[in-house]
């Protein structure tokens, strides 16, 4: 079993839907939450933050981290086909240089 | 400031050969890690060099390797090349500080075909 599962998708939404993407994990020690975008071609960008649990909030993203569940989410509102990329999520125990990522979801916003 | 850079973009190899791939980290950043990417296996993390040092490994085997210069670009080299090898090999620096507060920013990435 992986240490970060990932639902890969496809997952396909039409414009101005509210996306939910989600991860869960096994290591316990895991204290910092990222959340990746990646078009094709490209390398990963960074879109979100986290450390420990809660919320965090970015123009139209919001992270949630729930330790105690060891489930986290990425939400996009108002979706728009930019959005379309693969998102992966990303996690560290102790350095957020040595990152293990979840498997990544393509997501595809329709116009 | 200009992004990390990778080169070369592409790369094709026959089974057997080595390879090396270089990565230049955004001004001021001290540290790299390096990363394989494919469709099965996803992003794994490789090593990370930090002042011409290793400072962290993953758990790949010896034919893959590394090293920083003292300008804190890095080479990464793959000895007797297999076919699984063929990948997405991804270049990311942060500027070393504090553990856990660093940002990694990634290049984009090698794409290696071994045939």
């Known amino acids: 079993q992986k240490e970060v599962e990932q639902d890969p998708g496809p997952l396909s939404v039409p414009e101005g839907a509210i996306v939910s993407l989600n991860c869960t994990y096994s290591?316990?020690?895991?204290?910092?939450f990222m959340w990746y975008r990646q078009y094709s071609r490209k390398g990963p960008e960074l879109l979100m933050y986290t450390y420990s649990s809660g919320n965090k909030e970015d123009g139209r993203f919001t992270a949630q981290v729930d330790k105690s569940s060891k489930y986290i989410s990425l939400f996009i509102r108002d979706s728009q086909p930019s959005d379309s990329a693969t998102y992966l999520c990303a996690m560290s125990a102790g350095s957020a240089r040595q990152l293990t990522f979840g498997s990544g979801t393509q997501l595809t916003v329709l116009p | 400031k200009a992004g990390v850079t990778q080169t070369p973009r592409y790369l094709i190899k026959t089974r057997g050969q080595q390879v090396t791939l270089s990565c230049s980290p955004i001004?001021?950043?001290?540290?790299v890690s390096w990363y394989q990417q494919t469709p099965g296996q996803g992003l794994q993390f490789l090593f990370e060099y930090f002042s011409e040092t290793q400072r962290n490994k993953g758990n790949f085997p010896g034919r893959f390797s590394g090293r920083q210069f003292s300008n804190s670009r890095s080479e990464m080299n793959v000895s007797t090349l297999e076919l699984g090898d063929s990948a997405l090999y991804l270049c990311?620096?942060?500027?070393?500080?504090?553990?856990?507060?660093?940002?990694?920013?990634f290049g984009p990435g090698t794409r290696l075909t071994v045939l």
């Open positions: 290591n316990s020690a895991f204290q910092y």
């Open positions: 001004s001021g950043h001290r540290s």
């Open positions: 990311a620096s942060t500027g070393g500080g504090r553990s856990g507060t660093d940002t990694q920013y």
